[in-house]
Structures are given as C-alpha cells and as structure tokens.
C-alpha cells in the first residue's frame, strides 16, 4: 500500500513536494502470523527471517522442533491466539471446505487495528464481505490480495474502491523463469507415468 500510493505521489503531475510526515509500517522485528505452513508458508518464513520477524504460525500439523528453530517460527495451536498477536498476517492454505471463508468477521475482529491481512493463497479463503467491512470500518489498517473471488472481481466491487487495499492479479508466481519451472516439472511427472515411475511431485501420495 505504501509502495503503491509512493509511486503514485511521485508521478503525480500534481505533486509538488514530497511530505515529511508520510509513513509506513515498519516490517523489521514486527510479528508475521503465517496461517498454513506448508513448502510455501515455509519459504514466506525463511525470507521473513531476513527481515528479523517475529514469526508465529498455524498449522494443521506442527512443523519439526529443528524446522521452527530454523526460522524462528512459533508454533500457535489456536489461530485466534495468532490474529491477536500479528502485525501482519499472512494466508498460505489451499482452499478446502474446511479454509472456505476461513477468516470472517470473527477472525477479523481479532486482529490488531494496526494489522494488514495478506492473502497469496485463494479468494474464497476470506470472506470478502466481512473484509470489506472491517476495511471500512477501519476493524484492521489494510489488506493485500494477490488473490481474490472471483478473478477478475467485478468493476463495481466494493473492494476496488478502498484505499487500504492493495489487489494484484494473481501474479505471484508469474515470472519467466517460474513458469518455466512449473512446465519443466509438469513434463517430468508425465514422463514418470508414462515409464511406471514414482511421481516426482505426486499431489495425493498414496
């Protein structure tokens, strides 16, 4: 958010100066809440640690004790106890019944005024109603979305015409050399099949 309005204010031709009092939210030493350690919450916490984050988790399942220490995660058996303590809470679950509109206006309610909701995973992990509300009600400061429900949202959502949101179109894998990847191991897994070998990276391991 504060990149997004910067850039704006730098290319504005009404910009004149820029203001002093202009601020962000500092990340260094602030708490990430990641909800959903799997490979990719995994490797958000890696890089968070970069950042000297306080790191807390939620998980179905809790990550080896040499894993946590690794990075520096904590483990939080109750996601309630992890929205009340983040500063930025970030989501990385695949969407199942059990995540459909995980984070409501309960979970919401929770979270720190001053806290931002990331979204990388799917859009129908949120609630988009009740995030509208807490939004505008100004329930947590901001939100972030790399993904949303649906994709594209309609032109007239309410979503697109807050200011405390940031919403890009689904690109967070979307680089050259990532897809490239993403190909190279779709061939690989068919290739496997079709000689009677082990799935490189079987989605339901039997």
Known sequence: LYFHAGCHIAVSPDTKYFAVDWLGVEVTRATLGIIGMGSI???????AKAFNMRILYHNRNRRRKEEEEAVGAHYCAKMEDLLQQSDFVMLVVNLTPETHKLIGKKELGLMKPTATLINI?????????ALVEALQNKVIRAAALDVTYPEPLPRDHPLLNLNNVIITPHIGTATVQAICMMAE???ANML????????PSEVFPK
């Open 41 to 47: 919450g995994y490797k958000v916490a890696q890089r």
């Open 121 to 129: 995973s799917r859009g129908a992990v949120i609630d988009q109603d």
């Open 185 to 187: 191991e779709a061939i």
């Open 192 to 199: 496997a099949v079709l000689n009677d070998q082990p799935i």
